[in-house]
């Protein structure tokens, strides 16, 4: 009976997989026009196998500061953007040290790239230390089927090249920042980008939250006013200490419950290796605190070292990365 079902599980496999691969996405055979009549459409033909980022410049790329480039996005059809008066810098910590370097870069003006928002700004992740090249992709993608997540950074997989020479394969993200079409807040008024980060970059603001102690970068607005400061610090007092009282009704009145609950499944499921140091954000929109956006899962999902994350690799325990409750910090 056991070898009967899985012989009839594998053939039902097998006939999905098949249709699957027999009926494409976007099927043109059959295009009726505007009169009813059946029409023949040709898909468009790509050109390349994967959309491509050249990077043109003089000067040698660093971390401290942006510097003149020129930038040429083309998709898989050919179609190209390009844009002579950019800038571009190193991005990232600890990653920023690899060999791959990942970048930062700014285009003179907002401008569509492979059918993500407008924007100045754009990131190109190195995945430098991850084997697979997916895993934040897979996070991405993950985050973006929650309904409770206002926003993910829209991304394209693409190879990379410099003065002419390849790379290697990168992840064209957005960058996470205050806009329209990415985190929707008020900079001018009482709204705020936090990221939970220990380390110290130079121009921005840390806060330590007033009750718990916890320590922020603000990331949005990047130099907040006197006024903005005293505001969120008395926020944040309110705040935490709704979360200290254990009262869902207290807790309510200042987290957007729902999105914190989506983010904390996100950040358990795939094992953030970052959780209290770095790439944790939240922002806080219409007088309440939101969970995310994700950011930052290449060394997640036990693809970091045993001899330094110890308690993350249960070591001196079972030594399963994938064991174990370790999120359940901070807030």
């Not at 660093?62 to 996005?73: D, H, L, M, Q, T």
């Not at 920023?96 to 370097?101: I, L, Y």
């Not at 330590?208 to 400061?229: C, D, K, M, T, Y």
Request: with cysteine.
């Amino acid at each position: 009976r056991i070898m009967k079902k899985t012989i009839c599980f594998i053939l039902a496999a097998v006939c999905i997989f098949t249709t699957a691969c027999v009926q494409p996405a976007n099927d043109y055979s059959n295009v009726v026009s505007a009169a009813g009549e059946a029409e023949t459409e040709k898909a468009p033909v790509p050109v390349n196998d994967i959309a491509a980022v050249y990077i043109e410049t003089d000067n040698f790329i660093v971390r401290e500061e942006y510097r003149a480039c020129s930038i040429k996005v083309v998709d898989i059809y050919g179609n190209t953007v390009e844009d002579a008066a950019s800038k571009i810098k190193v991005r990232g910590n600890s990653t920023s040290s690899g060999a791959k370097k990942p970048y930062n870069f700014k285009l003179s003006e907002k401008t569509e790239l492979l059918g993500m928002g407008k924007a100045k700004k754009w990131c190109l992740l190195a995945n430098c230390y991850e084997k697979t090249l997916i895993r934040n992709e897979m996070v991405f993608d993950f985050a973006r089927n929650s309904t409770c997540l206002e926003y993910t950074p829209d991304s394209r997989f693409v190879d990379v090249y410099l003065n002419g020479v390849l790379q290697g394969n990168y992840i064209l993200c957005e960058a996470v920042e205050a806009s329209s079409s990415r985190v929707d807040i008020d900079v001018d008024g009482s709204e705020f980008l936090l990221e939970r980060d220990v380390r110290e970059d130079e121009g921005t603001v840390y806060i330590n939250s007033p009750v718990l102690g916890i320590r922020f970068g603000i990331n949005e607005p990047e130099a907040p006013a006197r006024e903005q400061l005293e505001y969120l610090m008395s926020f944040l007092r309110k705040a935490e200490n709704a979360l200290k009282s254990g009262k869902m009704s207290e807790i309510e009145k200042y987290f957007d419950v729902e999105s914190i609950v989506d983010f904390y499944i996100i950040m358990e499921y795939f094992k953030q290796v970052d959780i209290s140091v770095g790439s944790t954000r939240f922002y806080i929109k219409d007088g309440k605190i939101y969970g995310g956006p994700v950011w930052d899962f290449d060394l997640t999902m036990g693809n970091c070292l045993s001899s330094y994350y110890t308690a993350y690799n249960n070591v001196g325990g079972s030594g399963k990365s994938c064991e174990g409750i370790y999120c359940n910090v901070d807030w």
